[in-house]
């Protein structure tokens, strides 16, 4: 088979490796890709959002199969346009993808269907909003409604932050479009767990859970980035909480897209706070999470191919999904600076992989026959071990024998996860 891998980070990698398991994948395209992927696959300088690009590409090159994995082109509607020229793909239609594109939609979708979530308000009006801010209980969230990169969320301590929250989104426009409209939310307390699912738009498989460290710097200090580490499974989510998750989450979800016209066939990414007052929903992403798939895909020991075409297929049910049972650590490895200013161009000493260790590459690109640092987040050291503190030991050792000028990392990736398991780390 002829695949194409829509995407250029760390989690389209990890996808790609993943798929190269099966015998299946002849040949495997990248579009764009980066420099630090070119042994797994043929990199191809498309720009994930180029949709009659992608389309073009695909029916030139007799692309049996694509996987869309970024949440933009599903926004935009790559899975319908890829759909229409024949080509069968992984990745919800954009009437699907709307679930992540619109946080209101979300919102509206959790109430109207009883699944657990903060209680919010929607805002279309800034006198509406202030007004709102004015009297409401605090901390508050004021959320862009669209896309933002992950960065349209502000957490809200006093009344004057959420108001400066709410003008800087409706009237200085700091997120673009995405804040002409806002959400409001209460703010809620628990440790977060993701849980990433595929679906087929009827049955739903959780694959294991894991954890993110999404602040840029060690003891969840500095400024939010789209990920430093994650660890799987998370200690948090247990066997009870999953199976309460899949009554009171999963399952009704997947049925009221299905109900509301917008069928979900993909990954559905559950990002859940397990408060007192039980689990709830803080965000629905319509893709696979990035740093999170690269925790999670090392220990599916079923052919992520053959899951693919099930969900593309609507056969997911009888589909075997196995996963291995053991943890893994991902450090993330950064240009110093991100998510701000950073240098680019270093170049990148990457060591030898044993079995049980995966270098997954995200901002990197190829300069003189060179791999040099292109990004903010250039690669993720992962490792996989029989236990979650001999998998974040490994990712750590892993990291040391990495080196670019500029290198940063967080030191206590997996510490919180250690702590909850009442860990000796
Ligand atoms: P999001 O981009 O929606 O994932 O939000 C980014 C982060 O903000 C989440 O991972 C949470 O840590 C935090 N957050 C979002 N919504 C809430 C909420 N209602 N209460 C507390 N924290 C929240
Ligand atoms: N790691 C969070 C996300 O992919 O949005």
């Known amino acids: 088979m002829n695949i194409m891998v829509i995407g250029g980070g760390g989690r389209e990698h990890a996808i790609i490796q993943k798929l190269k398991e099966d015998p299946r994948a002849e040949k495997i395209y990248a579009?764009?890709?980066?420099?630090?992927?070119?042994?797994?696959a043929e990199c191809v300088s498309i720009a994930a959002t180029d949709i009659p690009g992608i389309v073009e590409f695909a029916k030139s090159h007799a692309v049996n199969f694509a996987v869309v994995a970024p949440d933009d082109p599903l926004v935009l509607g790559a899975v319908d346009a890829l759909n229409e020229a024949g080509i069968p793909c992984f990745g919800p239609r954009k009437n699907a993808a709307i679930i992540e594109g619109s946080k209101a939609f979300a919102k509206n979708l959790m109430k109207k269907y009883g699944i657990p979530t903060a209680a919010y308000e929607v805002f279309?009006?800034?006198?509406?909003?202030?007004?709102?801010?004015?009297?409401c209980p605090l901390p508050t969230v004021v959320k862009a409604d669209g896309l933002a990169l992950g960065k349209g969320v502000l957490i809200c301590e006093t009344r004057e932050a959420a108001r400066e929250?709410?003008?800087?989104?409706?009237?200085?426009?700091?997120?673009?479009?995405?804040?002409?409209?806002?959400?409001?939310?209460?703010?809620?307390?628990?440790?977060?767990?993701?849980?990433?699912?595929f679906t087929d738009g009827e049955a739903v498989v959780p694959m294991t859970s894991s954890m993110d460290h999404k602040r840029a710097l060690d003891g969840d200090k500095g400024l939010n980035t789209g990920g430093m580490?994650?660890?799987?499974?998370?200690?948090?989510?247990?066997?009870?909480?999953?199976?309460?998750?899949?009554?009171?989450?999963?399952?009704?979800?997947?049925?009221?897209?299905?109900?509301?016209?917008?069928?979900f066939q993909g990954c559905l990414y559950f990002g859940l706070m397990l408060t007192a007052n039980g689990p709830k929903v803080i965000e629905y992403n319509c893709r696979f999470g990035d740093p999170e798939t690269q925790v999670v895909l090392p220990l599916l020991e079923s052919s992520l191919?053959?899951?693919?075409?099930?969900?593309?297929?609507?056969?997911?049910?009888?589909?075997?999904?196995?996963?291995?049972g053991k943890a893994s650590c991902c450090v993330i490895m950064a240009s110093r600076g991100y998510p701000e200013h950073y240098e680019k161009g270093f170049a990148i000493t990457l060591p030898e992989t044993g079995e049980n260790e995966r270098i997954y590459i995200a901002g990197a690109a190829q300069k003189d026959g060179q791999l040099v640092t292109n990004g903010g987040r250039v690669?993720?050291?992962?490792?996989?071990?029989?236990?979650?503190?001999?998998?974040?030991?490994?990712?750590y050792a892993l990291a040391d024998k990495i080196h670019f000028d500029n290198a940063y990392c967080r030191r206590d990736i997996g510490r919180r996860a250690l702590e909850a398991m009442g860990g000796t780390n």
Do not use: H
């Open 229 to 263: 580490g994650t660890v799987a499974p998370n200690p948090c989510y247990t066997a009870g909480m999953a199976e309460r998750c899949m009554e009171e989450i999963f399952l009704p979800t997947i049925r009221a897209m299905k109900t509301e016209g917008r069928p």
């Open 165 to 197: 929250a709410v003008l800087s989104m409706m009237e200085s426009r700091r997120f673009g479009e995405s804040g002409t409209r806002v959400v409001i939310e209460e703010f809620l307390t628990g440790p977060e767990v993701s849980v990433l699912a």
């Open 124 to 135: 279309d009006q800034l006198d509406e909003a202030l007004a709102y801010v004015a009297a």
């Open 305 to 324: 191919l053959e899951v693919m075409l099930a969900v593309a297929e609507g056969r997911l049910a009888e589909t075997e999904v196995r996963f291995s």
């Open 379 to 395: 690669l993720g050291a992962v490792a996989v071990a029989e236990s979650l503190p001999a998998a974040v030991q490994g990712a």
């Open 31 to 40: 579009l764009p890709g980066n420099g630090g992927m070119a042994g797994d």
